[in-house]
């Protein structure tokens, strides 16, 4: 136990039991995100784009393991905003847990033993990054590393400007927010990758992202996310 455990004990997000951020009745209420075609929102069981949505710049396919309430919206907020990063590693033990037991996680497992894409963070604006430390997509890129024997590239893409935050946006001004923000910093033809972020709202950010990538002649280009 670290001794900082003994100073500031951790509680359980969601019942404030003592011991840790995910308490087991806590974490077995989490909810399954119900998995959809990222181009039209409409059911899709794998989260791959359904074939009539597919174009030559969207995603091929998007993940997201929770619905973005109760405990798991707690959990990332404080990570973003309160700067708690210890909470990262209880998180990713339930994110993987799912892994293992979620079948629907098919397409997405069969994209990566098969192309063997490079794991892509969404940006932060560097004055972000340096005021809050980290960039949440990173961790999330590193410890997929450790899990997926998989590479973390944190050089494809930079972001041009600092933006509004999307949670104070509607959807039309959030496509807006982020048109034109991304940069490719260094040759990704032909290269299959996985664009990860902490979240997945309207899904603008991201979708701005794969354009950029596919622009400059990436391959297959799947997002995935913890929650939506």
Not at 46 to 74: D, P
Not at 102 to 130: A, G, M, Y
Not at 171 to 185: A, H, Q, S, T, W
Request: hydrophobic letters at 35%; one cysteine or more; a positive charge.
């Amino acid at each position: 136990m670290d001794i900082l455990d003994l100073i500031f004990p951790k509680e359980c997000l969601g019942c404030g039991k003592v011991g840790c951020y995910f308490c087991k009745n806590c974490e077995a209420k989490i909810a399954k995100a119900y998995q959809t075609c990222p181009v039209c929102e409409k059911s899709s069981l794998t989260g791959q784009t359904h074939t009539f949505c597919q174009k030559s710049k969207r995603l091929n396919g998007l993940y997201c393991f929770f619905n973005y309430e109760g405990i798991l919206k707690e959990a990332i907020h404080k990570i973003k905003y309160e700067f708690v990063t210890d909470i990262f590693t209880e998180l990713f033990s339930v994110i993987f847990r799912n892994w293992q037991e979620e079948e629907n996680l098919i397409s997405l497992n069969k994209f990566i033993d098969q192309k063997k894409p490079i794991l892509v963070p969404i940006p932060l604006h560097w004055h972000k990054e340096n005021i809050r430390g980290f960039n949440q997509s990173v961790l999330f890129g590193k410890a997929l590393v450790k899990r997926l024997n998989l590479a973390l590239k944190e050089d494809i893409l930079g972001k041009k400007k600092p933006t509004v935050s999307q949670t104070t946006l509607g959807p039309k001004e959030r496509k807006e927010n982020v048109k034109g923000i991304f940069k490719l910093k260094r040759q990704i033809k032909d290269q299959n990758i996985i664009l990860i972020d902490d979240v997945w709202t309207t899904g603008a950010t991201m979708k701005e992202a794969a354009s950029v990538l596919k622009e400059n002649g990436a391959g297959e280009v799947w997002g995935l996310t913890i929650a939506r």
